[in-house]
């Protein structure tokens, strides 16, 4: 059941409750109640429901981590009249020109889940990759991930399957594999567990409160870790909430959007007050309210190649006055091609991360996840408002990138030099195997 059917049915309790009262009591406030009739009593339940509504998103606001879980479709379509959502977002895939692309899987690391979306002894599907996996933990808490077709006849291990230990138990005959190796270990009719059944398993770690998986097009071995935040595993910072959006273009354009230095002034200077769609962020309405950005992208050089970062000054102005109280400073450092951390510092809202994570779920369709923890003395608000904020300028380059091509060869001015930079560095994820996209396949209506 929502938080909101919830909170309803409490609210009609509570609203049921004090008519009863107001049946049963007889002191004189009582009786003065009962002396309006049923429109008193009525309206007496309407302002305690309504003030209990109001206490339980107060609860909500101050105590709650965020949640904001976009439909694929929710976000940066725009429909002609008569036509939903998700049929323009329909629409546009069908139609789209998917330009001269890169290979569409890049060697690295890639986020699957939370860690408290996974209890013990509890397994789920997760679609990655053009794969279907099965991510479970078993009930020493070590979390694995394997390939979710059982390779007896084919059975979906996340759908009914079982977990035995640290095994996960197929739910059409019963057979038992390892979560480390994928080694099958019991066939509950069969005497002898032949040595080739194994299932495929994926190298993972789970670090920073995410479970991620290791995907090289040859099958290679990890060539790095996933930075573990210390401030996170000590329990300093805790977590206050996610955001969740797939993206409907190349992996590699997102990535790129942090050395696209001049879209910055263009696409994100306009107030968040004015929101994420494209035709209205310019309106005169929210002038008075703009960010200034000034931003800076640099790969790192060995043994950390594999990452780079940006370093973003950012400036609120309201009405062109300045407030340098609110300047935030972010260092986001992308490691791989699909983990980046935003961490903040600021001297009063304090510090923390956003780990923004990009998984390809098919060739063209990414789920990109914010996770953000935050120190724990300081009021969940905070960042939340940030997390928040952050969503409103994030969802105004999904407009971009779902409805853009890839271009290949870009026509760029030397302002621009960072994005051909950009490309050098990201080119290292991709190797002669790595999967391209042949013909643009269609598993997923939204
Ligand atoms: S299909 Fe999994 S045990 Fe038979
Ligand atoms: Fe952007």
């Given at each position: 059941m929502s938080t909101g059917k919830a909170a309803a049915l409490l609210a009609l309790g509570a609203a049921a409750l004090l008519l009863l009262r107001a049946e049963q009591r007889s002191d004189s406030t009582w009786t003065q109640t009962e002396a309006l009739g049923a429109a008193g009593r009525a309206l007496l339940c309407a302002i305690g429901g309504v003030a209990l509504l109001a206490a339980l998103w107060l609860y909500r606001l101050l105590w709650c981590p965020l949640e904001l879980r976009r439909a694929p479709e929710d976000v940066g379509y725009v429909p002609e009249a008569g036509r939903t959502r998700a049929q323009a977002a329909n629409d546009v895939r069908r139609r789209r020109k998917a330009g001269d692309l890169p290979p569409v899987y890049p060697n690295g690391w890639y986020r699957v889940l939370d860690s408290h979306m996974l209890r013990r002894g509890e397994v789920k599907g997760v679609s990655a990759l053009g794969e279907q996996l099965a991510v479970f933990r078993g009930q020493d808490g070590a979390s694995y991930v394997v390939e979710s077709y059982c390779p007896h006849l084919g059975a979906n291990l996340a759908v009914g399957g079982r977990v035995v230990g640290g095994c996960i138990e197929c739910p059409f005959h019963g057979w038992q594999f390892q979560?480390?190796?994928?080694?099958?270990?019991?066939?509950?009719?069969?005497d002898k567990v032949p040595e080739f059944a194994t299932v495929r398993c994926w190298p993972s770690c789970e670090v920073n409160g995410q479970i991620l998986i290791w995907f090289h097009c040859d099958g290679?071995?990890?060539?790095w870790a996933v930075p573990e935040q210390q401030e996170i595993t000590e329990g300093r910072w805790v977590y206050r909430g996610r955001t969740e959006h797939f993206i409907n273009a190349h992996i590699e354009e997102i990535p790129e959007n942090a050395a696209d230095i001049s879209h910055l002034a263009h696409?994100?200077?306009?107030?968040?007050?004015?929101?994420?769609d494209l035709r209205f962020t310019?309106?005169?309405?929210?002038?008075f309210l703009r960010h200034d950005w000034k931003v800076r992208w640099e790969p790192e050089s060995e043994p950390n190649k594999h990452c780079s970062q940006m370093f973003v000054k950012h400036a609120l102005t309201v009405f062109g006055f300045h407030?340098?109280?609110?300047d935030v400073h972010v260092v986001a450092r992308q490691v791989g091609p699909g983990v980046v951390f935003l961490r903040f510092d600021h001297r009063f809202l304090g510090r923390g991360v956003i780990m923004h994570c990009v998984t390809p779920v098919e060739p063209l369709l990414q789920l990109v996840s914010h996770t953000m923890f935050y120190q724990a003395n300081i009021p969940s608000v905070v960042p939340k408002f940030i997390l928040r904020i952050e969503c409103v300028q994030f969802e105004r380059d999904v407009m971009i990138w779902n409805n853009k091509k890839y271009v290949s060869q870009p026509l760029l001015v030397k302002e621009d030099a960072a994005i051909l930079r950009h490309r050098r560095w990201f080119s290292q994820f991709y190797s002669e195997n790595s999967p391209r996209l042949r013909h643009q396949r269609r598993s997923l209506d939204f």
């Open positions: 979560g480390k190796g994928g080694k099958c270990v019991r066939i509950p009719y069969a290679g071995e990890p060539q696409l994100h200077t306009p107030g968040f007050a004015s929101g994420v310019n309106s005169k309405t929210w002038e407030w340098p109280l609110l």
